[in-house]
């Protein structure tokens, strides 16, 4: 149990172009979810908090505008960068917690997104 | 705020040595503690994690245990393979933000034959 997917797995994309990244909770209902980006070779950064039905809570620095997230439903949240540039090329993880684990601090990681913007 | 700081790599170990990933934490009451994988090109992997002073956490050989009183889980395990060559991220969930996960920076660890 527990398994989280995205979509895509990689993905390449024009400068100007936008990009949805989807990520899904295949067996668990999560209230919220979480979105990391990695640059090459570095750590994750957590970049915003994914939550159902309500508005992203992005951390400092990340561009709301930049980076659309929607969370839908219990077990979708999605990724849009806009209007992608050669630096927003990167790996992006997703994460979901489950909604009937309240009492855990654990999430559940997808495989990721290599986005490369050409 | 919460943080996590992981000994720096690379570290490069022959086929059966002994590895420590040394990993301390600072933190707010007391978060669960994990260690991830990740394998090149590919996502992240649980390894192991604890949620609670004096836990242990094992899996496939590798073992940390929760020290409260030195904020440390440093990662271990008796004899490395050249199929654990990898990134290994520590990192900490904090019980006021469940889910939300803080990572070191990582520790890349090839294992040569």
């Known amino acids: 149990g527990a398994v989280v997917s995205q979509h895509p797995s990689r993905v390449i994309c024009k400068s100007g172009t936008s990009v949805k990244i989807e990520c899904r909770s295949l067996d668990f209902q999560a209230t919220t979810m979480f979105w990391y980006r990695q640059f090459p070779k570095k750590s994750l950064m957590l970049m915003a908090t994914?939550?159902?039905?309500?508005?992203?809570?992005?951390e400092q620095g990340v561009e709301k505008d930049k980076f659309l997230i929607n969370h839908a439903s219990l077990t979708l949240s999605t990724l849009t960068v806009t209007s992608a540039h050669p630096e927003d090329s990167s790996f992006y993880i997703c994460?979901?917690?489950?909604?009937?684990?309240?009492?855990?601090?654990?999430?559940?990681f997808g495989q990721g997104t290599r986005l490369t913007v050409v | 705020g919460n943080s996590v700081t992981q000994m720096e790599g690379p570290v490069t170990l022959s086929e059966e040595a002994f590895l420590t990933i040394n990993c301390t934490y600072t933190?707010?009451?007391?978060?669960?503690l994990f260690w991830y994988v990740q394998y090149p090109g590919e996502g992240l992997q649980l390894l192991l994690k604890?949620?609670?002073?004096?836990d242990k956490g094992s899996n496939k050989g590798f073992e940390a245990t929760y020290r409260k009183e030195t904020t440390s889980f440093h990662l271990e395990k008796g004899s490395v393979q050249v199929s654990d060559s990898a990134v290994y991220f520590c990192?900490?969930?904090?019980?006021?933000?469940?889910?939300?996960?803080?990572f070191g920076d990582g520790t890349t660890l090839t294992v040569k034959p």
């Open positions: 994914s939550n159902e039905g309500s508005k992203a809570t992005y």
């Open positions: 604890a949620t609670k002073a004096d």
């Open positions: 933190a707010t009451g007391y978060p669960s």
């Open positions: 994460s979901a917690r489950p909604h009937r684990q309240s009492w855990s601090t654990e999430a559940f």
């Open positions: 990192a900490l969930s904090a019980e006021t933000n469940a889910g939300k996960s803080t």
